[in-house]
């Protein structure tokens, strides 16, 4: 996505690739209609993508398109309402890590915990205690190692609350 539509002079994405038959000009649609533009979208995949990877790049680049068409979003909000709330996931996005197999039922109650509370900026991240820690995981907590599980992690801006070991303890966090 990036390789083919980032726009490298202004930032934001074009509508239409660079493999893609050459145009008079190449079009940044902002506006978010019945169907989200791209650009709104792309900012949270990019945070989304950002946070689970540790890439700062991709964050960075999410930065970009909202301060790009920001006069836009001031100006005429209502024409923006995907970008608004990507916008506001990109300002406060809450990081959820869990360790414990899907197949436990403990772990499976602590997801339907979490699916349960309203968490419109969560970013969530699943670990097999048996899998490698390496990739598919939040780099900052790579070196919380290997818990009890299950053991969920609450974080928000890469601070973390205390971890919790049952559904009770992480309702109480959720709260």
């Known amino acids: 996505m990036i390789r083919q539509f980032w726009d490298e002079k202004n930032g934001g994405f074009f509508f239409t690739g660079k493999e ?20 709104s979208i792309a900012v949270s995949n990019l945070v989304k993508l950002g946070y689970l990877t540790g890439e700062e790049s991709l964050k ?5 398109i909202v301060h790009l068409f920001y006069n836009l979003l001031e100006q005429h909000p209502s024409g923006f309402a995907q970008m608004l709330s990507s916008l506001s996931f990109l300002l406060g996005p809450q990081e959820i890590g869990i360790v414990g197999s899907r197949n436990n039922p403990k772990t ?3 997801l339907k915990e979490i699916f349960r509370a309203y968490l419109p900026n ?14 598919g995981w939040f780099p900052f907590l790579r070196e919380k190692g ?13 601070t973390c609350l205390p971890p919790a070991k049952n559904e009770k303890e992480l309702k109480k966090i959720l709260e």
């Open 60 to 64: 960075q680049k999410a930065e970009q």
């Open 20 to 39: 893609n038959e050459s145009l008079i000009a190449r079009s940044k649609n902002p506006y978010d209609n019945a169907i989200p533009s791209a650009n």
């Open 146 to 158: 290997n818990q009890e599980v299950p053991t969920t992690f609450v974080c928000k801006g890469f």
């Open 108 to 110: 499976r109650t602590m």
């Open 122 to 135: 969560k970013i969530l991240s699943l670990r097999d205690p048996q899998e490698s820690i390496e990739g």
